[in-house]
């Protein structure tokens, strides 16, 4: 926290909040990591490309008005464009990838130079799958750094709503695969206590749920919170390449689904007390997780 002295005799020092700039802080991981800001006290500025699509108004509880919340226009691929969301930001959170093309950002010197000359203490870095330019420039600056490596969200789930609610069903391969799925608020949780707090710095988190789940094990935890029988159909990889390019998934993306869907490896099946030796709390489950979301898995 930043304390500035009070110059009036016999007055307490005022505090004032720690400001917090949060890229990608529309998207899955970054909203989550703005609500956790929040609720520990701090501002928020909410870096996007398109400001009239951010909407934090559902995060009021901890922002009153909504005024902890300043929305900004700002484009990791384009540098220059963060020197005024950058002014007075003690931490800064980054995505490694342009949030228009999904291409792997080459901006990382100039991002890392940019928030050391506005005084940037802390970064945190969500890791894309892998090592990538800006997330190596990152590690190689002289700021404090940690990299979020989360396992599968467990948002992605919601990409089986449109046939749950047409059918009860679920279609996919490889039904007998674990997977250590996060919520995607422990996340944001990890990411929020990296960029308020000293000791994380020069840190690498792999972050994953509290328990290792089948596809069946997700969906009978779905069908329990709507209310509803969930049948599951395991296709094959044929099937599954042929639903996956029906959905308009790029190649390069099949690869990896059917990379990590058929062989996953250990890191991805295996629960580790992250989020609770992070955060102080226990890492959520996805029973809590389908409590919170069951009314995209209703038939309308």
Request: glycine share 12%; proline share 5%.
């Amino acid at each position: 926290m930043t304390n500035n002295a009070n110059t009036t005799p016999n007055t307490a020092p005022r505090t004032t909040p720690d400001l917090f700039l949060v890229a990608g802080a529309t998207g899955t991981v970054g909203r989550q990591t703005v609500r956790e800001l929040l609720s520990r006290g701090h501002l928020v500025r909410a870096l996007t490309r398109d400001p009239d699509k951010a909407d934090f108004s559902d995060f009021s509880d901890f922002s009153g008005s909504g005024d902890g919340v300043e929305v900004v226009r700002g484009d990791l691929a384009d540098p220059a464009s963060l020197v005024p969301a950058l002014e007075g930001v003690t931490g800064l959170h980054l995505i490694t990838f342009d949030g228009g093309g999904f291409a792997a950002l080459e901006t990382g010197p100039e991002i890392v130079e940019l928030a050391a000359k506005a005084g940037v203490r802390r970064i945190t870095v969500l890791n894309g799958g892998g090592d990538t330019p800006l997330q190596d420039a990152v590690m190689a600056g002289d700021i404090a750094w940690t990299v979020l490596m989360p396992v599968e969200f467990m948002a992605n789930a919601l990409e089986w709503a449109q046939g749950i609610r047409a059918d009860d069903t679920v279609r996919e391969p490889f039904v007998g695969r674990l997977s250590a799925m996060v919520h995607e608020g422990d996340i944001g949780a990890v990411a929020a206590v990296a960029l308020s707090e000293d000791g994380h710095g020069g840190k690498s988190y792999l972050i994953t749920g509290p328990e290792a789940l089948t596809i069946q094990d997700k969906a009978d935890a779905l069908a329990a919170a709507r209310g509803r029988e969930i049948e599951v159909v395991e296709l094959t990889e044929a099937q599954a390449l042929e639903q996956w390019r029906a959905a308009g998934q790029p190649e390069e993306v099949i690869g990896f689904l059917l990379e990590v869907y058929g062989n996953t490896p250990p890191e991805g099946r295996t629960p580790i007390g992250t989020v609770a030796e992070v955060t102080g709390r226990p890492a959520r489950t996805f029973a809590q997780w389908a409590a919170e979301n069951a009314d995209a898995f209703r038939r309308v």
